[in-house]
């Protein structure tokens, strides 16, 4: 069977190593992203080309697909004049893998419904080394005609792809994950920084915690950058502060009030005033350093 043009959109860290490994499996890729550095990596490798415009993407792509920081960013790539909408062919799908608004994922999907075209909501778990070896975790929603449309470029890019039902319900899912691992990462990062104050050591707290049922992952994480100063969590307090925005954005719509994320939201945005939003979130142990009653 032919494979389908992949257009992509989007060739950050995580971008950049989803394209490499479609093109390590074979895929014929158009891509645009304003780093042209990061286009030019990917026409190196071959079977690739560019595109000037998402329009002249869209036009030349069976699939098409954004790994994009912020719902705005995707509106704007969809909407405008020379946008996706005004030049996605019957047929085609679109896949969003960044974490958006729920509510503005199914406006464009139903723009795009107009046009015949479908949409898939794909938020991403796991890290830029997974994702250049097809190996991420993949939260997949939408009609389920577009889904089994994709699926098997989806089964190319993660180890476990998740379908779970209408569209929106992958960045729903996507962000009470991030609610929940930012919100550990916050109340991990205090703890070192309170331990630190009382007096007691650092990694003798994660060796104990550690060894009961508070240990995971992000724990890891924390302790890497708190104790090691390791900073290995490819993940920053910019984009952690956004997502915890569009979780409290979706939780208003619903009509309920999450105070804890409300907390975390809190303790990310005073990380981002102080500047450092460019680093990876357990270096908001910095910040609970310097916190002052």
């Known amino acids: 069977m032919t494979k389908p043009v992949i257009g992509f959109i989007g060739l950050g860290l995580m971008g950049g190593n989803m394209v490499e490994n479609l093109q390590t499996r074979g895929f014929e890729l158009v891509v645009m992203d304003l780093n042209t550095d990061a286009v030019d990596a990917v026409l190196a490798r071959g079977n690739a080309k560019s595109a000037t415009s998402p329009k002249e993407l869209a036009q030349a792509s069976d699939i098409v697909m954004l790994c994009l920081t912020t719902s705005e960013v995707v509106e704007k790539i969809v909407y405008g004049e020379d946008g996706i909408l005004a030049g996605i062919k019957e047929g085609a799908v679109l896949v969003d893998f960044g974490t958006s608004i729920p509510a503005s994922t199914r406006k ?50 993660g180890e476990n792809v998740f379908y779970l039902g209408a569209l929106g319900a992958g960045h729903v899912t996507k962000l ?101 939003g460019d680093g990876n979130v357990p270096e908001i142990f910095d910040y609970f350093m310097t916190l002052k009653s």
Not at 231 to 250: E, H, T, V
Request: charged share 20%.
């Open 108 to 157: 464009i999907g139903a723009d795009l419904a107009t046009k015949g075209a479908g949409m898939v909501d794909a938020p991403l778990g796991r890290t830029p080394a997974h994702a250049k070896d097809g190996l991420l975790n993949i939260m997949a929603a939408g009609d389920k005609v577009h889904f089994d449309k994709v699926k098997p470029v989806l089964g190319q890019q």
């Open 176 to 276: 009470i994950n991030n609610f929940m691992g930012m919100t550990s990462v916050c109340t991990m990062s205090q703890a070192f920084a309170v331990a630190d104050r009382a007096g007691v050591d650092r990694a003798q707290l994660y060796e104990i915690m550690s060894t009961g049922p508070s240990n995971s992952p992000f724990m890891g994480f924390c302790k890497n950058y708190a104790v090691d100063g390791v900073s290995d969590l490819g993940f920053s307090i910019n984009n952690a502060n956004k997502d915890l925005g569009y979780f409290l954005k979706m939780a208003e719509g619903l009509d309920t009030r999450a105070e804890i994320a409300e907390g975390t939201s809190r303790n990310l945005q005073a990380a981002v005033d102080a500047g450092m």
